[in-house]
């Protein structure tokens, strides 16, 4: 159910309400505010509030795969797996739940220089249980612990888990410029865009099952938590120039995004992280 009204010719309200019934993981209802407020022509203040709730996918439940990574110049055969996969299960894998989440953005539009039209808008979601992939477990006592269970031939492995609640605070900027050259002259449209997000594990809500920890593993820790906190680029700026004359149409583009970083898992000796630098 969705409803929008103009309850004054400057205020706009929204509210919108979602009812799901999932055979595995019951029923739930999400809701969503929105206003917008235009005190002038040239300018909107614009805001939201929604609650959220992800099944887990059916990649994340039931997908497996095999792959070669190497570690420290090392190759290791690395499992993902599903929870219930027998090997998961004796490392203590659980049936995965659902996210829930909380989205706030604020931000606002204006045009208050002729042909120049600039958006800013923040946003931060807050998810609960968010599913992320388990630490690797591939070392020589993950492989005897699991022979002693008479799983022969079991390399270890990963999967996905209900780890962590998570933060994301980000921000939006676009700004589009564009001048009439004349009928002779054509058509220039500059845009320009500026995004920069920072994830944060704000909470392990699923601790290291003793299993795993007397043998030195962790369920999830630094590879996996960089991976989420700086895995992707926490600024990205673009710029896109566009000249129309008639049927001629001439682009001109470019892109940086910010710098990453990767972990390794813990070797003797233990291989240095990476970073990667922003680019270009």
């Given at each position: 159910l969705d409803l929008e009204s103009d309850l004054t010719d400057k205020f706009l309200l929204g509210l919108a309400g979602r009812f799901e019934d999932y055979s595995d993981f019951g029923s739930?209802?999400?809701?969503?505010?929105?206003?917008?407020?235009?005190?002038?022509?040239?300018?909107?203040?614009?805001?939201?509030?929604?609650?959220?709730?992800?099944?887990?996918?059916?990649?994340?439940?039931?997908?497996?795969?095999t792959a070669t990574n190497f570690i420290g110049g090392q190759p290791f055969e690395v499992k993902t797996l599903p929870v219930h996969d027998p090997v998961a299960v004796a490392?203590?894998?659980?049936?995965?739940?659902?996210?829930?989440?909380?989205?706030y953005s604020a931000g606002l539009a204006s045009q208050l220089v002729p042909n120049l039209a600039i958006s800013l808008d923040f946003y931060r979601i807050d998810i609960s249980d968010r599913i992320v992939l388990s630490e690797n477990f591939i070392g020589q006592p993950i492989r005897d612990y699991l022979t002693s269970l008479g799983l022969t031939g079991a390399g270890g492995g990963r999967f996905f888990t209900n780890a962590i609640h998570t933060r994301t605070n980000g921000l939006?900027?676009?700004?589009?410029?564009?001048?009439?050259?004349?009928?002779?002259?054509?058509?220039?449209?500059?845009?320009?865009g500026y995004n920069t997000t920072r994830n944060e594990v704000t909470e392990i809500v699923v601790p290291t099952p003793p299993q795993l920890g007397d043998l030195s593993e962790v369920l999830f820790g630094r590879v996996e938590e960089t991976r989420v906190e700086r895995g992707q680029?926490?600024?990205?700026?673009?710029?896109?120039?566009?000249?129309?004359?008639?049927?001629?149409?001439?682009?001109?583009?470019t892109q940086?995004?910010?710098?990453?970083?990767?972990?390794?898992?813990?070797?003797?000796?233990?291989p240095p992280g990476q970073t990667f630098s922003a680019w270009p």
């Open positions: 739930t209802t999400t809701g969503k505010v929105t206003a917008r407020f235009a005190p002038v022509r040239q300018l909107a203040i614009r805001g939201a509030v929604a609650s959220g709730f992800r099944a887990p996918s059916l990649a994340q439940s039931y997908f497996t795969s490392l203590r894998a659980q049936p995965l739940k659902p996210e829930k989440s909380i989205n939006d900027v676009v700004a589009n410029y564009g001048l009439n050259l004349g009928n002779s002259g054509g058509l220039v449209r500059l845009t320009a680029p926490h600024d990205n700026f673009l710029f896109n120039a566009a000249y129309e004359r008639k049927s001629l149409v001439l682009y001109a583009r940086r995004f910010g710098k990453v970083s990767v972990e390794q898992p813990i070797l003797d000796p233990q």
